[in-house]
């Protein structure tokens, strides 16, 4: 018995005549990773008629929740009452709420609506706006023309939940819709909810039905509440949540044929006969497995009739699709995997931390990270954090006494700086196979080199936290690929893995994906780390080789130019704004050349210092510790050669370059160094001094430059975009109803808009690429009226700076509140949040740092080739005018590519300042696709289309 009844109340006193007060029942969300059901509260407006006397209110809080659910102080009125009793609400899908005074406290009140205690009564209004300054105003009955017809007849209940939850209004989901399934097994990794969410939300939008498997293969053999029907409202922020919201577990149950029979009954009893699983290789194998069984399964289970025949010819066949969700990135055949970057991450973040602390007490640290078979975190974290030495599983040391190298390489870098760094992979041994362990390590360098050192085994914390940008937009585009993949198979389809492979989505046929992979562990335990390392990929081994390079320096001073020496003068310029990753691509570049014997020479502030003379002569020790810093160290800005004192900035530059005897240019920046390296392409004519090779890297944080899929510098910026994201997405669900309009960089560029907007959850993005219409605009002021509709509280646009010359972040803020405040229609509020400069700031990503790595050994290599190639009888000059000695070098893939210039200037569009085909481009789409029900009101030609490109086997 309630409160209320005890008291000899009704328990629907003060409740007006047709109001329900019996509660329901409807699906909740996710809470401590468990899907729960929540009751929903009484429906005191349905099958009321509309007029003045009806009320409506968003949510309206005094005081703490807490205090709510828990009654009043101790030290209060005796009289308690309960959350229920305080919040009385519409349907899910109104979004208005009724909240009553506390019955005790203002007895005289305790049968009126809140509207009527701010004298609202008849009006339609949103707390948010409510203010002494700016009253609200009833609404008129003509004002309810607009509505739409169920709201007219003050009809809500007509509006059922599960519609409210795919979008209200919208065309239901039909019984006989293909179902999908979709599972998170094995270790958890960062980004496995944004795939799961991509995954839903496509299907969703498809108009197929798909189910959360929770707890990964034991939900799946348990059943039961273990496997939800997913609907919009279960996958709102979770892309930036850390873990799997769907869990996962370990089931030794699965690996039995009793095991497996109940999985699949409980799937062929739902019509569910295509199963996405997100996991390792140990998982997409067990799936593998489960579809080879699964007719035999379902012919026992009818044998045993526990399966009716015509339920189980529904299902005649399964289909698999997954996805790698591993922090090791051990699967071969793709360039990265689910989780892997934001592990980096946390190591990387933690190194630098720790080289603060190991400085100031000249300490040696051990940092030991995970990997299990494979060296990827470790030898990544080594390159990007400067590590003095590293020991990976795929290539050991190769000599026998190996501590006695480690020590004598450690004390020969001690002579450069005052500690040390080693880390190590969790299996990595020695070449017979015998375990190298952190505290054989410590007790190695404190007895031999007497260094004071410490061991950090990071251990779990590498799994934890938000997704990195790169984690959530792949996780983002591999589940809609997944989605669309199961979505169109057929019972011929073999089970494939989809993802990414220099910056491209492929498909993999999984059986051969897994026995490549697990080739790699059977090498190492055969010894023959050469094969291991082959099976690991080109990119692999280049980065082990850019580690050792970088290392030691090898070569005291480059002895000085002159007849007979061997040693080449280089210059480094930087050009355009400033990003992440330009000192450390200068730091690769100056030790790269001065292990090699050569020198190089840094221009202060650009073109323009260039032009001026001011150069000076950087080396090993002048740029230590420059892989972690942001900004520019030489100083940058925008001014190029042909600009500079009325044009004759190239021919100071040439002048300047003649008495320093440069022999090769190598210029880091945006599209100002693409300018510039065309003018003093131009220049060759006219100035013998410029004959000699140019080399631009692009490093912008616009990634605007032909010739590279990334520029250096883009990474950071995503990642302090998607940081930006999440703050203002906490800032809008603090409020009801409120949408964000957050403008990025980029110039005319949409490339950060769109890879934000991917990454962030966004519902829309404005880019200059595609003309932003008020058409697109108003489609989106409505799209948030129905979201609003359906008690979601925040929505957001990410827009780029230059989208459109008149429909600036003014006028769209203006527009989107002007709509958004109509009488008579859901109303939201409007926010603005310009990022601007914080996006060039901040300490280089850990993907930034090892581009730079590859990037800069290959610029520098190349630079020394052809001035070799190309000296003149005296060796003291160079002398080329070929085209291929005026170059791009670009990131394919992980490594490097270098471009003609001649051939990359038609594919540029000069006035917008980006190349004319942009690789992301396809990508735009997808952010429309996962809005929340999409109805196909843009069109075949804005709907993202597949684009997995399948690969056989000989192409792994």
Not at 7 to 29: C, D, L, N, Y
Not at 527 to 548: H, I, S
Not at 716 to 731: G, H, P
Not at 751 to 779: K, P, R, T
């Given at each position: ?40 509260l ?5 099958n ?27 030290d209060?009125?005796?009289k ?71 709201l ?30 979709i ?51 279960d ?143 470790a ?7 400067g ?19 480690l ?19 969790e ?33 779990h ?24 993949a ?62 050792r ?14 007849p ?23 730091k ?104 000699i ?57 949409g ?7 991917l ?26 009226r ?11 646009i ?41 996006q ?6 850990p ?25 003149k ?18 990131v ?49 030609a804005?709907l ?13």
């Amino acid at each position: 018995m309630s409160e209320a009844e005890a008291a000899g109340e009704s328990p629907t006193a003060g409740t007006p005549a047709g109001m329900q007060a019996s509660p329901r029942t409807v699906e909740g969300g996710f809470k401590d990773g468990e899907m729960v059901s929540t009751p929903e509260l009484p429906n005191i407006h349905a099958n009321q008629p509309l007029g003045r006397q009806r009320t409506f209110s968003s949510p309206l809080i005094a005081g703490n929740i807490d205090a709510l659910q828990d009654g009043v102080p101790s030290d209060g009125p005796a009289k308690r009452f309960s959350f229920s009793e305080a919040f009385q609400t519409t349907t899910s899908s109104s979004s208005l709420r009724f909240m009553r005074p506390h019955p005790e406290i203002f007895p005289a009140e305790k049968s009126q609506g809140v509207a009527e205690i701010v004298k609202g009564q008849g009006h339609y209004f949103d707390t948010a706006r409510i203010s002494a300054s700016r009253p609200v105003s009833p609404i008129t009955e003509a004002e309810t023309d607009s509505w739409p017809a169920d709201l007219q007849q003050g009809n809500f209940a007509s509006i059922n939940v599960a519609d409210a939850h795919r979008g209200t209004w919208g065309p239901e989901i039909s019984s006989d819709a293909p179902a999908v399934a979709i599972l998170t097994s094995g270790g958890d990794a960062p980004g496995m909810n944004a795939a799961v969410r991509s995954c839903v939300a496509t299907c969703l939008a498809k108009r197929a039905r798909i189910f959360a498997i929770m707890n990964g293969y034991q939900g799946l053999v348990d059943g039961g509440s273990n496997i939800k029907e997913m609907q919009w409202k279960d996958i709102q922020d979770i892309m930036q949540t850390g873990g799997t919201v769907i869990n996962s577990a370990r089931c030794a149950g699965f690996r039995t044929r009793e095991g497996r029979l109940q999985a699949a009954l409980h799937l062929a009893q739902l019509g569910v006969n295509r199963l996405v699983v997100i996991g390792g290789d140990g998982s997409l194998t067990g799936a593998n497995c489960f579809k080879i069984e699964w007719p035999s399964l379902l012919a026992e289970l009818v044998k045993r009739r526990e399966l009716p025949q015509d339920q189980a010819d529904k299902v005649a066949y399964l289909c698999i699709t997954g996805l790698v969700g591993s922090i090791d990135n051990d699967m071969c055949g793709f360039t990265m995997t689910i989780g892997c970057d934001t592990a980096l991450h946390r190591i990387v973040d933690a190194c630098d931390n720790l080289i603060t602390t190991a400085k100031s007490h000249k300490r040696t640290f051990i940092v030991e990270v995970m990997g299990r078979h494979c060296g990827w975190l470790a030898l990544m974290a080594s390159v990007a954090v400067g590590a003095d030495w590293v020991f990976i599983p795929e290539c050991p040391p190769d000599v026998e006494d190996w501590e006695s190298a480690l020590c004598d390489g450690l004390a020969a870098r001690r002579k450069q700086t005052n500690y040390s760094l080693v880390i190590l992979a969790e299996g990595a041994t020695d070449r017979v196979r015998r375990p190298i362990e952190s505290a054989y390590l410590k007790a190695i360098l404190s007895e031999r080199l007497g260094h004071d050192t410490r061991v950090t085994c990071l251990g779990h914390v590498q799994r934890g936290g938000a997704p990195s940008a790169d984690d959530r937009l792949q996780g983002t585009w591999l589940g809609a690929e997944a989605a669309l993949a199961i979505l169109g198979a057929n019972d011929s389809t073999p089970s494939r893995i989809i993802g990414i492979r220099d910056h491209e989505v492929v498909s993999l046929e999984l059986t051969a994906a897994v026995e490549k992979t697990r080739a790699v562990g059977e090498a190492l335990q055969k010894r023959d780390f050469d094969t291991a390392m082959e099976l690991r990929g080109p990119e692999y081994a280049n980065l082990f080789l850019t580690f050792r390079r970088l290392r030691h320096k090898r070569v005291p001073e480059p002895e000085p130019p002159g007849p007979g020496s061997l040693s080449c003068n280089v210059c480094i310029v930087h050009a355009g704004s400033p990003a992440a990753g330009m000192n450390a691509i200068t730091k690769v570049v100056v030790r790269s050349l001065a292990n090699s014997g050569h020198h190089s020479f840094g221009a202060i502030d650009g073109f323009l210092g260039l032009a001026l003379g001011h150069l000076f002569q950087l080396n090993w020790e002048s740029v230590a510790q420059w892989h972690a810093m942001g900004g520019c160290k030489l100083g940058t800005n925008r001014v190029i050669p042909d600009k500079i004192n009325g044009g004759e900035g190239v021919g100071r530059i040439a002048k300047v370059l003649e008495y320093y005897k440069i022999q090769a240019i190598i210029i880091i920046g945006g599209f100002e160094g693409l300018s510039g390296l065309q003018a003093l392409q131009e220049g060759r004519k006219k100035y013998p001094a410029l004959c000699i090779p140019m080399t631009l890297i692009p490093a912008t944080i616009s990634n605007n430059l032909p010739g590279s899929k990334f520029s250096i510098g883009a990474d950071t910026a995503l990642n302090c975009i998607v940081d930006s994201i999440d703050r203002v997405k906490l800032s809008a669900s603090s409020s009801r109803a409120r949408v964000f309009l957050v403008e990025v960089m980029g110039g005319n560029c949409g490339f950060l808009a769109v890879l934000g907007a991917l990454a962030g959850g966004a519902d829309g993005c404005y880019i200059h690429e595609n003309v932003v219409s008020l058409e697109e605009m108003l489609h989106d002021v409505n799209y948030f009226r129905e979201k609003f509709s359906m008690n979601f509280k925040k929505g957001l646009i990410i827009r780029n700076e230059c989208c459109s010359r008149l429909y600036n972040m003014p006028f769209m803020q203006s527009l989107f509140e002007q709509e958004g405040g109509r009488v008579g229609h859901m109303n939201f509020t409007v926010r603005n949040n310009v990022l601007g400069h914080l996006q060039q700031g901040n300490a280089p990503s850990p993907l930034d740092r090892c581009r730079s790595a590859v990037l800069g050994i290959a610029a520098a290599d190349d630079a020394i080739a052809k001035i070799k190639a190309n000296l003149k009888d005296s060796e003291e000059t160079c002398y080329t005018d070929a085209p291929d000695t005026s170059v791009i070098c670009g990131v394919d893939g992980e490594g490097a590519v270098f471009t003609p210039l001649a051939d990359l200037i038609d594919t540029v569009d000069m006035e917008n300042r980006r190349p004319k085909d942009q690789w992301w481009n396809a990508l735009e789409p997808l952010i429309r696709l996962l809005e929340l029900n999409n109805d196909g009101t843009w069109g075949d030609a804005l709907l993202y289309k597949a684009q997995a490109r399948v690969l056989s086997e000989d192409e792994m």
